[in-house]
């Protein structure tokens, strides 16, 4: 009877999955040909999606952050798992429009940096706060992270396809971290992240260094 | 069931242009390219249908039945010639706006009255309808095998969306759906911001 059920899940399952496969491979093969072959302003890195995309991406010190919001999510558990992803883009959002609006936000460069070392430092120290407090904590940052992103938006290309691409990298940033951060679960797992929380402290360190530096 | 459904709508879109291109001159076949061009590589007319796919309860096709009758009747007004009151150039902002709504509905997962579920999607279809109108109006060599293709690729994304994402009931299937609600409202607001700023 049990492995009965056991089986007829397993099928649905595997319903489920083909047919999602299906559709999406079918639209994979409408798109591609479609999208390169007709549209000249906004896929590729012009101020379009690519742009967007690659914006987060190209700084460690942005990158590193974000992956510190996934793994801290995942060392809380739900509901912040899911949580803190959420509104991690949502508040960055409102801090790029303060930098579309060209609003000044002092010290971004040691914001930027401080934040991972505070999210590297909470992912090392294994740190449970509450809830309400590590919103506040990823609320703040998050407007720091945001802003560079709002200011430094190109004067042409598609901006919707740009805001798409940049929101999407930093979603996908904090799903990797919280992808990395389940290993948590075993002990080996749980040295991994509580070690990479170290490197994304020290690199948060580095990059504080350097905004001093430059008197950021 | 719904899985079927998906793939006969798949096949149907690869089955329509064949009739299309036999039938049709090269203009014509151009022109229904065109058309499901304009509709795939323009965020503007795929996010409302992903939002509303994601508000979609299972196995309920009510709300993308309503949309894309609302996507045909605006983009119909607009290539009549007809306009939203105002500033045309605002359309864009209230398209966003009830993104953001529906995005909301969606991350927040409040129980509306169905009522005013369906006006918000019926207005979102409207503005998506209008603003697609417009973009035909700029081309205006475009016929009206440029209408047909915007709106087949749009019918066969609407229902393969909502069907695809009615599906998903599991717990984190549906956080799931609302991270990427949260990405949308997201989107929604910097654009707005964007053509703010652009305008001026």
Known sequence: ?????????????????????????????????????????????????VSGLLHPVTGLDHVVAMVAVGLWGAILGAPAIWILPIAFPLIMTVGAVLGILDFPLPAIGIGIAASAIFLGGMVAANARPPLAIAFLAI???????????????????????????????????????????????????KTAVRTMGVGIAAVGGYFLLLAIGRGL | MAGHAVFLLMVGAAAFSTPAYAHGNADTLHQISDGVVLFFTALEFLLPVLIVALLAQPNELRLAIIQVAALGIGLLTAVVGLQIPGDPSALGLYARGYLIVLGLLVLTNLRIPTGVVLVVVLVTGMLTGLEAGEAVNDDPAAGSALIVGFLSSAIC????????????????????????????VAIAVLDIAFMSVRSG
Request: hydrophobic share 50%.
């Open chain 1, 1 to 49: 009877m049990l492995d009965t059920d056991i089986q007829r899940r397993r099928t649905g399952h595997a319903g489920t999955v083909s047919c999602l496969a299906i559709a999406l491979l079918a639209l994979c093969a409408l798109l591609p040909g479609v999208v390169l072959g007709h549209v000249e302003v906004g896929i590729s890195g012009d101020g379009g999606f």
């Open chain 1, 139 to 189: 609320a703040f940052f998050a407007i720091y992270h945001g802003h560079p992103h709002g200011a430094a938006l190109p004067d042409f290309g598609v901006p919707l396809l740009y805001a798409a691409g940049f929101v999407v990298a930093t979603g996908l940033l904090h799903v990797g971290g919280i992808a990395f951060g389940l290993l948590y679960r075993w002990p080996a797992g």
């Open chain 2, 157 to 184: 994304f609407y229902f393969s969306a909502t069907l695809v994402a009615s599906r998903y009931t599991e717990g984190w299937q549906r956080i799931a759906m609302r991270v990427v609600a949260s990405w949308i």
